[in-house]
């Protein structure tokens, strides 16, 4: 069955750096989209970065130049490297694989993500 686990998450002081990792399961891992959302407190999810299955980036205006999304297809792992951490960048951050009409779209359970001096 499909599984994204994210891990990576925790408590950083703005202007602080960290990395998520989201390790995928159960499909072609190298033939898909990846793509990283975030939920705030009160807030919907919303798209934050996405890669392509031929590493096409696409990202949030909020996080352009500071998120780097990457992914390691041998190791069916995505990645999101986040710099210049903001307090508005606290969220919980998932892991979204869109598998077509068919077989649907999945999540990982989440990883918090908590920007605070």
């Known amino acids: 069955q499909v599984q994204l686990v994210e891990s990576g998450g925790g408590l950083v002081h703005p202007g602080g750096s960290l990395r998520l990792s989201c390790k995928a399961s159960?499909?072609?891992?190298?033939?898909?989209?990846m793509g990283w959302y975030r939920q705030a407190p009160g807030n919907g999810r919303e798209l934050v970065a996405r890669?392509?299955?031929?590493?096409?980036?696409n990202y949030a205006d909020s996080v352009k130049g500071r998120f780097t999304v990457s992914r390691d297809n041998a190791r069916n792992t995505v990645y999101l490297q986040m710099n210049s951490l903001k307090p508005e960048d606290t969220a919980v951050y998932y892991c979204?694989?869109?598998?077509?009409?068919?077989?649907?779209?999945?999540w990982g359970q989440g990883t918090q993500v908590t920007v605070s001096s």
């Open positions: 159960g499909f072609i891992f190298s033939t898909y989209a």
């Open positions: 890669i392509h299955s031929g590493g096409t980036t």
């Open positions: 979204n694989v869109e598998l077509g009409a068919i077989w649907g779209g999945y």
